[in-house]
């Protein structure tokens, strides 16, 4: 069916950087919106950024500045550019993204975790 892959999850220092991708494959007619969310520990599930098929993103106060999320529809892939990383971003980061096939429906990829030490 469709399948979300993400990579680029790791252990980064405070104020590095990391990319996370998120592709999805399958029989994919469309993708509509595309986004990253992020659980820590004990905590509920946030939302980090949001993207339309068009190039419209939005991002959460509290990464607004230092994460850009971005789209290649060619590829089918989200991305999101992490920098300037704090302690505070450790979590693992969820892919979802509402697409096409038969029907239309969301769809979540397994989660990378993101690690970073002070």
């Known amino acids: 069916q469709v399948q979300l892959v993400e990579s680029g999850g790791g252990l980064v220092q405070a104020g590095g950087s990391l990319r996370l991708s998120c592709a999805a494959s399958?029989?994919?007619?469309?993708?509509?919106?595309m986004g990253w969310y992020r659980q820590a520990p004990g905590k509920q599930r946030e939302l980090v950024a949001t993207?339309?098929?068009?190039?419209?993103?939005n991002h959460a106060e509290s990464v607004k500045g230092r994460f850009t999320i971005s789209r290649d529809n060619a590829k089918n892939t989200v991305y999101l550019q992490m920098n300037s990383l704090k302690p505070e971003d450790t979590a693992v980061y969820y892919c979802?993204?509402?697409?096409?096939?038969?029907?239309?429906?969301?769809?979540w990829g397994q989660g990378t975790q993101v690690t970073v030490s002070s």
């Open positions: 993207i339309t098929r068009s190039g419209s993103a």
């Open positions: 399958g029989s994919i007619f469309s993708i509509n919106a």
């Open positions: 979802n993204a509402e697409i096409q096939t038969w029907r239309t429906a969301n769809y």
